[in-house]
Nanobody
């Protein structure tokens, strides 16, 4: 299973970005998909997560500014980020908890990361 992120880049404070992450390979179902970020010198932290049935959780820092969604048919998760701040600068990683076939146990996969830089 491979996860490929896209949509990162350089944006001014107050701007918006939309990240996408698509999973491909041998996939029966994906239970949970999430976005994490890691800033230089800091630990990786959860930004937002969404279950297959669209139960959602956000980090406090993302609440009210970011919106996570997913397209189950396309095995894709999105992160709409609005009102971005310099402290949002980080590498953003998606993950997916995948069952590769019926009756399989869940395996967690990670994308390679996409850089988001918020600066004037």
């Amino acid at each position: 299973v491979q996860l490929v992120e896209s949509g990162g880049g350089l944006v001014q404070p107050g701007g918006s970005l939309r990240l996408s992450c698509s999973a491909s390979g041998t996939i029966f179902s994906i239970d949970y998909m999430g976005w994490y970020r890691q800033a230089p010198g800091k630990q990786r932290e959860l930004v937002a997560g969404i279950t297959r049935r669209s139960s959602i959780n956000y980090a406090d820092s993302a609440m009210g500014r970011f919106a996570i969604s997913r397209d189950n048919a396309k095995n894709t998760v999105f992160l709409q980020m609005n009102n971005l701040k310099p402290e949002d600068t980080a590498v953003y990683y998606c993950n997916a908890d995948v069952r590769e076939f019926v009756g399989d146990y869940v395996k967690r996969y990670w994308g390679q990361g996409t850089q988001v830089t918020v600066s004037s």
